[in-house]
């Protein structure tokens, strides 16, 4: 019987529990902008090819946070951009009833990030499943996403 060995990342910047997106936004999404369309995927546990989190207690984000703003100018910038590339801090939230997801950059300390919904719109006539992306303090509709290119 043989073992074998699989390297496993440690989540950085004290990320802990791994986000479970819902089955309902996982997928390829499609969605147009200034013409042209484009893409995007969601999966088990990333968005946009980030890794999703769950947001730390505020007493570990405020340490960490001081942490990551006491770091030489330099490095602080080169970790804010990896941070902001490949990790997300996640909080959930009802829509109309449906279980939907914030994502925030992780340890971003301000800004309202992308917000999440899978809905059900009427598109050309058929009832489609979609999801709608917000933005803002308010969760503004920025643009309604589907899984199909038509």
Same mark, same amino acid.
């Given at each position: 019987?043989?073992?074998?060995?699989? /390297?496993?990342? *440690?989540?950085?910047? @004290?990320? /802990? =529990? +791994?986000?479970?997106?819902?089955?309902?936004?996982?997928?390829?999404?499609?969605? /147009?902008?200034? @013409?042209?369309?484009?893409?995007? =995927?969601?999966?088990?546990?990333?968005?946009? @090819? /980030?890794?999703?989190?769950?947001? +730390?207690?505020? =007493?570990?984000?405020?340490? +960490?946070?001081?942490?990551?703003?006491?770091?030489?100018?330099?490095?602080?910038?080169?970790?804010?951009?990896?941070?902001?590339?490949?990790?997300?801090?996640?909080?959930?939230?009802?829509?109309?009833?449906? =279980?939907?997801?914030?994502?925030?950059?992780?340890?971003?300390?301000?800004?309202?990030?992308?917000?999440?919904?899978?809905?059900?719109?009427?598109?050309? @006539?058929?009832?489609?499943?979609? +999801?709608?992306?917000?933005?803002? *303090?308010?969760?503004?509709?920025?643009?309604?996403?589907?899984?199909?290119?038509?």
């Amino acid at each position: 019987m043989g073992m074998h060995s699989q /390297k496993v990342e *440690a989540a950085p910047w @004290g990320a /802990k =529990k +791994l986000y479970t997106t819902p089955v309902a936004a996982r997928g390829t999404w499609y969605y /147009k902008e200034s @013409g042209k369309i484009n893409r995007f =995927k969601l999966t088990k546990h990333t968005v946009w @090819g /980030k890794k999703l989190y769950y947001m +730390l207690p505020k =007493k570990e984000y405020n340490k +960490l946070e001081s942490k990551l703003e006491s770091l030489p100018e330099k490095k602080y910038m080169s970790t804010i951009y990896h941070l902001d590339d490949t990790i997300g801090q996640v909080y959930e939230f009802k829509w109309h009833g449906m =279980k939907s997801f914030n994502v925030n950059g992780w340890l971003a300390g301000a800004g309202n990030g992308a917000y999440y919904v899978p809905v059900t719109k009427l598109r050309h @006539g058929k009832k489609v499943q979609a +999801l709608r992306i917000g933005h803002g *303090a308010y969760n503004w509709l920025t643009f309604y996403a589907y899984n199909h290119q038509n």
